[in-house]
């Protein structure tokens, strides 16, 4: 339960507190909210965060090697309130990123490849919110690959389902939809346009059908 309500001496945000000692502090430094704080926070010089990164590195480090049990935070849950949760949502909107810190954060990430585990989990991840706030979800599809299916199952006597055939077939284990599905002889055909034909995307492909022929055998 809030007990104590001051406000930020910079953008004037209201601050709340429970702790009387916190805002009896608080109030004697005449702190910042957090966002203010981030913003005048002193820059240091290159060479000073060099010394304070070979200064905190391997051994020097208070939590090297204190993993699993050994750290301090094992066990610990820590329960945030619903209307903690509302406020630290309601601090975040209106926040956006700059062009520069975009580009920032998309360097972080390139090279980092990801594991098909988690593409795995991302892929799941967004057919459960497409689903959540579009309902039933179909990928986008071929024409041409529809009709090829046709004339295949038409020469080859067998049952072919594809978009325009009962719908793609979907192996929601996997979160893939396949281009064409023999039920009868359990056999997967995918129809590749042109940009199949690049060395990433083709890795992309080898990997999938690895992905489909291993859940088939389970």
Request: with cysteine; charged share 30%.
């Amino acid at each position: 339960m809030v007990k104590f309500i001051r406000n930020c001496p910079i953008c004037d945000r209201v601050l709340e507190y429970t702790n009387e000692r916190a805002f009896f502090t608080a109030c004697t430094r005449n702190t910042n909210c957090k966002s203010c704080s981030g913003k005048i926070r002193p820059k240091i010089s290159e060479d000073t965060r060099l010394k304070l990164i070979e200064k905190n590195t391997g051994n020097n480090n208070p939590m090297f090697g204190r993993t699993g049990k050994s750290c301090p935070s094992f066990g610990r849950i820590k329960i945030v309130s619903p209307e903690t949760k509302s406020r630290m949502s309601l601090s975040h909107i209106g926040i956006t990123h700059t062009t520069d810190s975009k580009r920032k954060i998309a360097i972080t990430k390139l090279g980092k490849p990801r594991t098909p585990e988690t593409r795995h989990k991302i892929r799941m991840a967004k057919i459960k919110q497409l689903e959540f706030t579009h309902g039933q979800i179909s990928p986008a599809y071929n024409p041409t690959a529809c009709r090829y299916f046709d004339w295949l199952a038409e020469h080859t006597g067998t049952h072919i389902q594809h978009a325009e055939n009962g719908g793609e077939f979907y192996i929601k284990e996997l979160g893939y939809w396949v281009d064409d599905y023999d039920a009868e002889n359990n056999v997967v055909y995918e129809f590749d346009e042109r940009y199949h034909q690049s060395e990433r995307q083709h890795l992309r492909d080898i990997q999938r059908q690895a992905e489909i022929e291993h859940n088939a055998t389970m």
